[in-house]
């Protein structure tokens, strides 16, 4: 007979799942309540209203999405492209080409720009493009992991809106660890994940529309037969897909309710526990911890005599790309730490594959412990793979950093 | 301050989500690992194995969609059905309109045939529509909880062969507490969700495909440009959506492990553990223990005075329908039941909205306690709001039936 889940210890210091705060563990094991029970569509309101402050909004259309971050990613392209829309997507990394394929998956007219990896685009670049594109909606990853850069976004939204496009963000990576501010920004679309600054397990996709995006999806409305009422709208416009169709989602966690999917309650537990820590903390000062962390992060492993990658200007705080060290097996080393260390540290996608690990300190794992914990490990395995390192230099430059 | 998640006591007694098993509930609450940690893919291909017993099938791709049941079905229907591709949807309550509805926004030709809500179709009927559509596919709900009722399965499989076309059902309100057999029944596509008989929290949508459906998504295949290898594949008929793209999840569940999004880790432990609880307890078992508290359940509203609603003998085993009594506001006994007695029972949707309730006895729920707890507090619930009930006559019925 299989075994019940008994998982080893971990400390997971990759670019994300992290390890979740005990406390959103807890919440999620909660007992359930009916989807239309007074204290269940309470917590919605109140997850609702927690993740504005997160989001920095006060867009009344903030909710979540059933499914994991690309859930979100998905749910906000489809609802807002139909076939034929004009969308740039500047690409800097990969999560960029996965709004351009979804995007495309949407029949949308896709309009790429691309950056090497390892660098961000300037925001002239990017008015450039929308002055020749023209588009409905300007698609870009906030923070992209693959790359550990984050695009700045602050000046953006007023461009979009000078030139009548919309502005889409996914913020998975960066919420949390990074400043954030979807209405100061003029962001009229944001989405995020819980397994990185959020310290929660991945599974549940917040999303904030602003009242711009809202009018959009509601001119596409469309009520499925099973529910509707006599004379419910039926938008020849309808949204390619019923999961992600941001109008029904809308109405089930808005005043009248209507019964679109059963809400994942578990999932509802841990994304309001995620927000209730972060806000408990105060977004400024987490927001500072992970400035602080990823500082030390870096240096340490600058200490051990590594180089980092990209552009360190626009890193994340939460994560910090290094190169592995010419000759080694960089396999062989996250290997070794996962098994004798028990320390989970990232590998790298597309250009940067073989060439890159990416270590993370963010959400629940973005602390001094868990930093200098890590460094001395990296150090120990990379000394027994005879690699050359400072003896002593990771954690010597954290402590300093700390000092 | 947002106080942190602390629910009431409830006895979920409606058409689901039902109390999850507190086994469950623990398993989500086990600490995360990596998504290429060892440990984490030994789970996943020990899930896998799991919900092969539970549909009773060989199918090699068995998994999980990251989402609510509705994710099940848009990924089964949007990775088969091309835009133009024919397909029948036989209706027999709000489960099928969704079937026609998501199909729809996939661009297919849909043809749907009806039957009164509270029937079901006789097969020679659904033969006969196979017969003048010439589907690719046949979309069909096997239980429908707006109704109450599960369609006859068993002959439909070897009949869509015959006709060359796919068959492809959604189990979610079945699963586990009726007789199900994909193989045996030539299903090539089966979807469900954990909130009913299999007693975990919506969420997590497990599926099975046939290697035929399997090769209808393989030939549609498409990868990423983020994470593509040169000369991986990249189909002109391309999935419409990438979340969804059973070609992707499949690859990411495979051998290859493809990044396609990051699975939700406590999700997983949770839908996890429901296979493992119901395998242990034996699926023939847990289908009768089903048929005998669905069996005193119905005994004991009849033996309340109440009518039942649909055709009994294909009401599935863990929901009844029962008709309001004349003049009864059914929505003021819910509260009262809920309120007072911390129970809940279902309303209903569509045609049968205010007409009849739904009760559900399943998973975690289907026991002789809450059969007879719930008969009792009705009885005391609709004799204080004046109705005409035999007093006593609830439960002493249903204790005719465990006799």
Known sequence: MTGQINPPNRLLMGPGPINADPRVLRAMSAALVGQYDPVMTGYMAETQELYRQVFRTRNDATLLVDGTSRAGIEAALVSLLEPGDRVLVPIFGRFGYLLQEVAERCGAEVHSIEREWGTVFPVS?????????????????????????????????????????????????????????????????????LQKCLAGPSGTAPISLSPAAVEVVESRKSIEAGIAAEGAPRSPRRIRSNYFDLGMILDYWGPSRLNHHTEATSALYGARECARILVEEGLDVAVARHELHGRALAAGLQGLGLTLFGDQEHRMNNVVGVFIPEGLDGEAVRRTLLEDFAIEIGTSFGPLHGRIWRVGTMGYNARKDTVLTTLAALEAVLHRAGAKVAPGGGVTAAYEVYA
Not at 145 to 166: K, N, Y
Not at 168 to 182: K, R, V, W
Not at 183 to 191: A, R
């Open 125 to 193: 670049e990017l008015e450039a493009a929308i002055r020749r594109v023209k588009p409905k909606l300007v698609a870009v990853v906030h923070g992209d992991t693959s790359t550990t850069l984050a695009q700045p976004l602050d000046e953006l939204g007023a461009i979009c809106r000078e030139h009548g496009a919309l502005l889409y963000t996914d913020a998975t990576a960066s919420l949390g660890g990074n400043e954030f501010a979807a209405d100061d920004w003029g962001v009229d679309v944001v989405t995020a994940g």
